[in-house]
C-alpha cells in the first residue's frame, strides 16, 4: 500500500505557515533550513507525515487560481476529529472559514491562507 508522505508547498513565510499549522493542528517542525536554490524550507507535522513549506531565495510571484491551472494545487485536505474546535482556531487566527458541508462521509469546511492556499477541513467523527 502506497501513501503520500508530504507536499512541498512554495509560500511567502514558511515559517509563519509552520506556525499557524501547528497551532491548528497541534503538529510539530520536523525539520527547517536551506533548501533548492538558496531557498529555505520549514517541515511540519507528525512522525510520519508532512506539509513542506519552502520560499525561494527571491520573491515568489502569485499564481493564478489554482482551479484554473494545468498543475495547480486545488486545495490541502486536512482531517481532524474536533471539526468545530479548529474552526474556532482558524477564526481565531484570522481566517474565514467558507463552503460548510455536511455529506457523506463527513462535514467539512475550506478556508484560504495569505498565500491564498486553500485547505480543506474535514471530520469524519
Known sequence: MARIEHVNITVSD????????????GWNIRWEGDAINGGYSVHVGD????LAFY???KTAEPHALSYDT???LNH???VVQDLDRVEKAV????YTPVNHADYEPGKR??????D?????????A
Request: hydrophobic share 40%; net charge negative; aromatic share 16%.
Open 14 to 25: 514558511p515559517q509563519k505557515t509552520a506556525a499557524l499549522m501547528n497551532a491548528l493542528f
Open 47 to 50: 512522525e510520519e507525515d508532512y
Open 55 to 57: 520560499t525561494p531565495a
Open 70 to 72: 494545468k498543475g495547480g
Open 76 to 78: 490541502v485536505g486536512i
Open 91 to 94: 477564526i481565531e487566527a484570522g
Open 109 to 114: 469546511f475550506y478556508f484560504r491562507d495569505e
Open 116 to 124: 491564498n492556499i486553500e485547505f480543506e477541513i474535514v471530520s469524519y
